[in-house]
């Protein structure tokens, strides 16, 4: 089992960037997890962003997020992160990292993923 933590929301004006983290809690490691973000805006269902797997030889995007996000592994610091630029109101939510057993397949599905992290708010003013 291992438990996630995100980091870096915030609130940026549209046309901004953040940088997402997910990490690990101490003493356990992302490496051996496929990883996927996911975001869920009020009202709204928790909707696929970004994933990517074990060792981020494959990812994937939401159409909403491609061109504009990033995901990406940093194995020194343990993390996942995805990096978001060009951010629209409509980006406005929160946003959780996941975690899949199913290590190979860089997976869109809620279902797929084992472990969820708290989620992290983010907020773009227009």
């Known amino acids: 089992q291992v438990q996630l933590v995100e980091s870096g929301g915030g609130l940026v004006q549209a046309g901004g960037s953040l940088r997402l983290s997910c990490a690990a809690s101490?003493?356990?490691?992302?490496?051996?997890?496929?990883v996927g973000w996911f975001r869920q805006a009020i009202g709204k269902e928790r909707e696929f962003v970004a994933s990517?797997?074990?060792?981020?030889?494959?990812?994937a995007y939401a159409d909403s997020a491609k061109g504009r996000f990033t995901i990406s592994r940093d194995s020194t610091k343990n993390t996942v992160d995805l990096q978001m630029s060009s951010l629209k109101p409509e980006d406005t939510a929160v946003y959780y990292c996941?975690?899949?057993?199913?290590?190979?397949?860089?997976?869109?599905?809620?279902?797929?993923?084992?472990?969820w992290g708290q989620g992290t708010q983010v907020t773009v003013s227009a």
């Open positions: 101490s003493g356990q490691t992302l490496g051996t997890y496929a």
């Open positions: 996941a975690a899949s057993l199913r290590q190979y397949y860089a997976a869109r599905l809620r279902s797929e993923y084992d472990y």
């Open positions: 990517s797997t074990w060792n981020g030889g494959r990812t």
